[in-house]
Each structure stands twice: as structure tokens, then as C-alpha cells.
């Protein structure tokens, strides 16, 4: 900070020391003029009147002097004159103290000190500026000095240089020089005392002033170093307010950025696994195909992967078992990737790889089988094994195609024929593919006018004693015929109903056909002891089937023993509360079988705690008899599990009397086969089975 008193004291000391220097000079030099001016009047005063009286005794003094005048010769001329004595009484009681005169030529003709006649002063500047008209003169202070009376010390005289003229005579001639000296010590020393008081009172009003100022200029100086304080603090607080703001800002932007990322990696990624997500999948692909060389052929592929029934260990077990499952099976195929692939998760059961750099189909293929069998050991989440396939989809990059969606797309659909060539496999897209998939579609669209349009009929199949070979019931099975794509097959339309869920409105009709049929060959009397239906789980699902169930009975007069509901085993996978729903079911009276017996995750556990009382074995494992000695103890062992638990077991798809024999030694109950008639329609059927009247 600028010392302001410190600074101003020195400047302000400096210059009032220096001004009242200035004019104390003044004022002494002033003084001393006066005095020298007053003395000088004085002494022309005193040489007026040594003119005027003594002028007599001088003149011949002057008159008489000669150039070769010897000094002593001119003393004794002044003694003679007299001139002494009369100078010594004129200047008695006056402050003059000695007297000189010269000649014009400058020769000293008389002192008051007799050692000095004959000086030459002809060059004297005084002498000479007296000899021009002018007194002159000047202050001196002599410590020694010899006057009229003797000796004298310590002194301060004027001496003067006078002109003499002749008294009276009007002449203008000089006659001669006086040289007056006169005593002004007392002047002097008045003088100086005056000046010591001046000195002091300047010194003293300047001291005041000083202090008055410097009084002033403190008291700015304080309030403006509070103020400077005072901005200081404002400025240090502004400062830290800076910081502190700055160090906000710098946290809020790297929370931002954070924020960002998380954003970034959340839109990229799948929140459960941690995979890259769809979006991210795109990109890189869409990166990989444009860097791609097409003159080679398979560069890329793309596998889609789905796993198989998943759906049935996330409806069974709960969604946190389901997701736990899924991150298991990330980490499987993420520990099996190369460097150069990358996995992805779509959403679901669905999983999606990117392999790049490959060098041909077998290199897919092989890395297909390898995933594959990451597969084989079961997956353990809480205390749960669980047995998982995966069904995998390959399409590949130049050969099928540059774009992302349609590499995408075929891989999803040669992932839906591995599913539908049994699962836990691999498929390379097909150009085939592409028009299946578009049928499906068609498909999709066509079977929702189906009932409406008087598209959907029911064919029976017949159910027979495998001893006595009387019709023991019938199997009702859905008939879709197109009037576009023809005849289709219940293989293919019901998934998609099922999909769609448009299963419901298709197995409440077949129900509602099925009774009614029921109650027409009664009427008709064609005694047929017990129609089957086949029931999707997904309309299990639903609550409202029970009371369908016996709405439909009500309403064509069937009684509930006479109706067969064939369920899948994978509505015990599927179904959370399965043997509730079944149990619904059983109170209403109705008998349940369990459908093709053998292909699903059949367990002698809860098969024991079934509430049905039909065993339906799969056709598969007929078809098996007398080709795979496996099939036929297979097949023996259901029988023998039907007969242990006291069900009625029914052999599916027999076509050969060698088959029929088989399972007749066996002990199976019942038969159902082309063997004794194909699915028809009901006029067909009952024409088959009625007995003629
Ligand atoms: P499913 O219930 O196992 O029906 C038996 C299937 O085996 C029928 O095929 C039948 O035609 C066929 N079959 C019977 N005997 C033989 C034989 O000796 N040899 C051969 N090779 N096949 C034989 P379909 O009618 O094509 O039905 C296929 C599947 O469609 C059924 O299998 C059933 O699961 C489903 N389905 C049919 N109708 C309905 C329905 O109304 N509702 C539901 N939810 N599913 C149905
Ligand atoms: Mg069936
Ligand atoms: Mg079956």
C-alpha cells in the first residue's frame, strides 16, 4: 500500500524546510540591504557634514599630495592637519568608528589609523564607483578592528565609499573619496534577533500547519487503509467465492460428464448383463460391414442366439431366477468370445454375436457348436440346476447381405428354423427362409378371419381298446383350410396362434365345436364315450377356461366324465400355479391327459402329483418300435410308470399291427393311429364308427 502520511511528511517536511530557508534568506538579505542603504544615507550625511565643516583642514591635504609622496611624508602632513582630532569629536557619540580620505588619484592622504596613509586605493571598486557619482559599501564583520578609541573585537561594520564634493561652491567636481566605517553590530545583532524571532514564529506556524496537515492527510490515510482493508477482505472473500464457485463448477461438470457417461453407457448397454444392447450392436456392425472387403466371401457372420423354452424357467421360477439365469449364460458366452466378436444382448432370452475376421463357413459353424455346448453343464442359481439349450441363427456377411437389419433379420429366422428343427442347434440362413418368414406373417394376418370366415373345421381321430379294439373316445384336432393357402397344417398355424394369442378365440371355438359335435352323435346316436381337446397352456393361462369349461357343457348337455382335456407336460414348466389350475379343472369333472408323454421334462416327481389320469406316449417313441431297441424300453417304461400309478396309457401314431402287438404284450391300454383311422371330419367319422342299425 502507498505510505501516504510516510511519504507526505517527508515531501511536505522538504518543502516547508526548504521554503522558510527560502525566506529567512529573503527576509536577512532584505534586512541587510536596509541596513547597508541606511548606513550608506548615513554616511553621506556625515560626509555632507565633514564637507561643510571640516572642508578647510582637508583640502590642502588633498591639494598638497604629490604621486612621489612618500607615506610618511603624507602622515605628517595629516597630523599636521589636525584633521584627527576634529573627525574624533565629530564622530563621538555616533556609530562611526573610523574615516578614511583619498585623493582622486587614489592615494590615501588620512586614515583614523595612521598605518594606512598612503595605501594606493586607485583600483578599489568602492573608490572607484565613489569616483563615478556613487556611494558604495558593503557589511563586513571584522574580529579585530582598531577605531578612533582603540581596539575593538567581534564586530560588525559598514564601510562606505563617499564622494566628496566642495561645499557650496556649486561645483561638480569630486575632490576626493571618504571611506566611512561604521559600527552596526548592535544593528546587527538586532537584526538577527528579529530574525530568530521570525525564524521561529515561521518555523512555528509552519510546524502548525505541518501538523494540521499531517493530522489531516493520517486521518485519510486510516480511513484509506480500512478501506483498502476493507477491499481486501471483499476482494479475498470474492476470491474464495470464486474458488469455491469454481470448484462447484468443476464438480458439477465432472458429475455432468459422469451423468453423461452413465447416460451413454445406459443407452448402450444392457442394464442386467452389462452387454452391449442392440443400438451399440448396430453400430459396430455397421462400422465392421463398411470396413469390410467384399471381393472376399464370409467375413462376418451373425449369430442369433435364443435360448430355448426360457420362457418356462421365468414362469416357473420368477423373474429374479430368470434374470439371475441370464446373467450365468452371459458369462459362459462372454468367457467363450474372441478378441475380435462381440456379444450383445437384444432383450429377453436373446442374444445376439458379432464374430468378424472369419475365413469361412466352418469357422462360424464351429464357434456355432462351440457356444452350443457351453450349454451341455447345467446352470445353478439358488440351489436350482437348471438344464438350458440355446438355439442359434447364423447369417453371414457378404454372402447373405450388406445391411445391418437384414443380416439381423436372417439370423433371427434361421434361428427360428433350429427351434423348429427340435432346438439346442445351430441353422445358417437360407434364402428359403426369408419366404417362410414372410408366410408366417401372411399366416398371421389370414388365421384371425379364420372363424369368421368358415375357415376352421374339427377332425376326429379314433381312440380304441387295444384288446377288444372298441372305440374307447375320440381326439378332436383343429383343421384350418386357407382360402388362400389352402390346407395348413395345426403344426404351423397353432404357434402362431399362440403367439399372437389369438389361441383363445381358437380353442374356445374348438371346444364349443367339440361338445356340440358330442352332444350330435348322441343325438345321432353314435355312441362315442369321451371326446379329447387338446388345451393350450396359454389358455390355461388365462383364468376364464374353467368357466368356458362349463358354460360350454351347460349348453349342449354334456356331462363333464365325457370330455378329455390333453395338456402338454411343459404346462407344469409353464404354469407357476399348474396343479391349481389343473385341480380347477379335475372339480369340474372333466379327465386330463397328458400329451405327448416322453418329450418334454417329464419327472416321475411331479408327474405322481398330476391330477390326470390319462398318459399319452409320444408317437416318437411308437415309431421307435421294432427300429430302436432304446425306444421300446422307453416305451415299456411308461407303460409300466402309467400302470404304477394307476393311469390309462394310450400309445400315440401307431401305424404297424408289429407295433400294435408290441404294446399289446407290453400291457397299453389304449391305441390311437393311423393304424385304425386317420383324423376326419365328423360325417367321415361317424360313418366309420357307427355300427349299422
Ligand atoms: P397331438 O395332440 O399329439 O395330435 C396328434 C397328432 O398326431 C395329430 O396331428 C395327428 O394327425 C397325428 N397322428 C395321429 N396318428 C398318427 C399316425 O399314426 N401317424 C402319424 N404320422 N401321425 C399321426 P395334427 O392333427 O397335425 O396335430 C398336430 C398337433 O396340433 C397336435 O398334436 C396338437 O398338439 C395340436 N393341435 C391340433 N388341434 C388342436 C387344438 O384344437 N387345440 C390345440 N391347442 N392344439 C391342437
Ligand atoms: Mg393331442
Ligand atoms: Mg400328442
Known amino acids: 500500500m502507498f505510505r501516504l502520511s510516510r511519504y507526505f511528511s517527508l515531501l511536505s517536511l522538504a518543502l516547508i524546510a526548504g521554503a522558510s530557508a527560502l525566506l529567512l534568506l529573503y527576509y536577512r538579505h532584505n534586512a541587510m540591504e536596509q541596513l547597508l542603504a541606511l548606513e550608506q544615507s548615513r554616511a553621506a550625511e556625515f560626509t555632507q557634514v565633514f564637507e561643510n565643516s571640516l572642508w578647510t583642514e582637508f583640502k590642502p591635504l588633498v591639494d598638497a599630495a604629490r604621486p612621489g609622496d612618500t607615506p610618511e611624508i603624507l602622515r605628517q602632513r595629516a597630523a599636521a592637519s589636525g584633521l584627527h582630532g576634529a573627525l574624533a569629536r565629530m564622530a563621538r557619540g555616533t556609530t562611526v568608528l573610523k574615516v578614511k580620505i583619498y585623493t582622486p588619484a587614489g592615494m590615501t592622504v588620512f586614515s583614523t589609523d595612521p598605518g594606512q596613509i598612503g595605501e594606493d586605493k586607485s583600483d578599489n571598486p568602492g573608490f572607484m564607483g565613489a569616483m563615478a557619482g556613487r556611494t558604495t559599501g558593503a557589511l563586513t564583520h571584522r574580529n579585530q578592528f582598531d577605531a578612533f578609541e582603540g581596539s575593538l573585537s567581534e564586530r560588525d561594520i559598514i564601510f562606505a565609499y563617499v564622494p566628496i564634493h ?127 472387403d467384399t471381393a472376399d466371401q464370409t467375413q462376418l457372420a451373425v449369430l442369433f442366439i435364443d435360448l430355448d423354452r426360457f420362457k418356462d424357467v421365468n414362469d416357473t421360477l420368477g423373474h429374479p431366477v430368470g434374470d439371475a439365469l441370464l446373467i450365468n449364460v452371459t458369462r459362459r458366452l462372454q468367457a467363450s468370445m474372441g478378441p475380435g466378436d462381440l456379444l450383445a444382448r437384444l432383450g429377453g432370452d436373446e442374444f445376439i ?135 395348413v397344417p395345426p403344426a404351423r398355424f397353432i404357434p402362431v396362434a399362440e403367439e399372437t394369442g389369438y389361441i383363445e378365440e381358437l380353442g374356445a371355438w374348438a371346444l364349443n365345436e367339440t361338445c356340440r359335435q358330442l352332444a350330435a352323435w348322441d343325438v345321432a346316436g353314435l355312441r362315442v364315450p369321451v371326446l379329447s381337446i387338446n388345451l393350450s397352456v396359454k389358455q390355461l393361462e388365462r383364468g376364464n377356461f374353467p368357466a368356458l369349461l362349463q358354460a360350454c357343457l351347460l349348453r349342449w348337455g354334456v356331462v363333464a366324465q365325457r370330455i378329455e382335456i390333453e395338456i402338454t407336460e411343459s404346462v407344469v414348466l409353464v404354469l407357476q400355479d399348474a396343479f391349481s389350475r389343473l385341480a380347477e379343472l379335475q372339480a369340474i369333472g372333466v379327465r386330463l391327459a397328458l400329451d405327448d408323454f416322453g418329450t418334454g421334462y417329464s419327472s416321475l416327481s411331479y408327474l405322481n402329483r398330476l391330477p390326470v389320469q390319462v398318459l399319452k406316449i409320444d408317437r416318437s417313441f411308437i415309431s421307435g418300435i421294432g427300429v430302436k431297441r432304446s425306444d421300446e424300453s422307453i416305451v415299456q417304461a411308461m407303460v409300466d410308470i402309467a400302470r404304477s400309478l394307476d393311469l390309462v396309457s394310450v400309445a400315440e401314431g401307431v401305424e404297424t399291427e408289429a407295433q400294435l402287438a408290441f404294446l399289446r404284450r407290453l400291457g397299453c391300454a389304449e391305441v390311437q393311429g393311423y393304424l385304425f383311422g386317420k383324423p376326419m371330419p365328423p360325417g367321415d367319422f361317424q360313418a366309420r364308427w357307427q355300427a349299422p342299425a
Open 353 to 487: 454375436c458379432l464374430l468378424g475376421g472369419l475365413n469361412g463357413v466352418p469357422q462360424a459353424e464351429a464357434t456355432a457348436q462351440r457356444l452350443l455346448a457351453l450349454f451341455q453343464q447345467p446352470f445353478t442359481v439358488d440351489d436350482n440346476r437348471l438344464h438350458l439349450s440355446a438355439s442359434i441363427g447364423i447369417s453371414l456377411a457378404p454372402a447373405d447381405g450388406m445391411d445391418v437389419d437384414v443380416l439381423v433379420r436372417q439370423a433371427d429366422a434361421a434361428m427360428y428354423q433350429a427351434k423348429a428343427l427340435g432346438r439346442n442347434r445351430h441353422h445358417f440362413y437360407t434364402a428359403e427362409m426369408t419366404t417362410q418368414a414372410r408366410e408366417r406373417i401372411q399366416l398371421e394376418g389370414r388365421l384371425r378371419s379364420a372363424i369368421g370366415a368358415g375357415e376352421l373345421s374339427l377332425h376326429f381321430q379314433a381312440k380304441v381298446d387295444i384288446h377288444s379294439g372298441q372305440l374307447t373316445g375320440a381326439e378332436a384336432l383343429l383343421r384350418w383350410h386357407c382360402a388362400e393357402l389352402g390346407e
Open 166 to 292: 566642495a561645499p557650496s561652491s556649486g561645483e561638480t567636481r569630486i575632490a576626493g573619496v571618504f571611506e566611512i566605517y561604521q559600527d552596526v553590530t548592535s544593528f546587527v545583532q538586532q537584526a538577527e534577533r528579529q530574525m530568530a524571532w521570525v525564524s521561529a514564529t515561521v518555523l512555528a506556524v509552519l510546524a502548525a500547519l505541518y501538523l494540521a496537515q499531517f493530522l489531516v492527510v493520517h486521518h485519510a490515510q486510516t480511513i484509506l487503509r480500512s478501506q483498502a482493508e476493507a477491499l481486501h477482505e471483499a476482494n479475498e472473500d470474492l476470491d474464495r467465492r470464486v474458488q469455491e464457485r469454481t470448484q462447484a463448477l468443476v464438480h458439477e461438470i465432472s458429475e455432468r460428464r459422469l451423468a453423461q457417461q452413465q447416460l451413454n453407457h445406459l443407452a448402450h448397454h444392457d442394464p442386467l448383463t452389462g452387454l452391449p444392447n442392440r443400438t451399440l450392436f448396430r453400430e459396430r456392425l455397421t462400422r465392421q460391414l463398411l470396413e469390410l
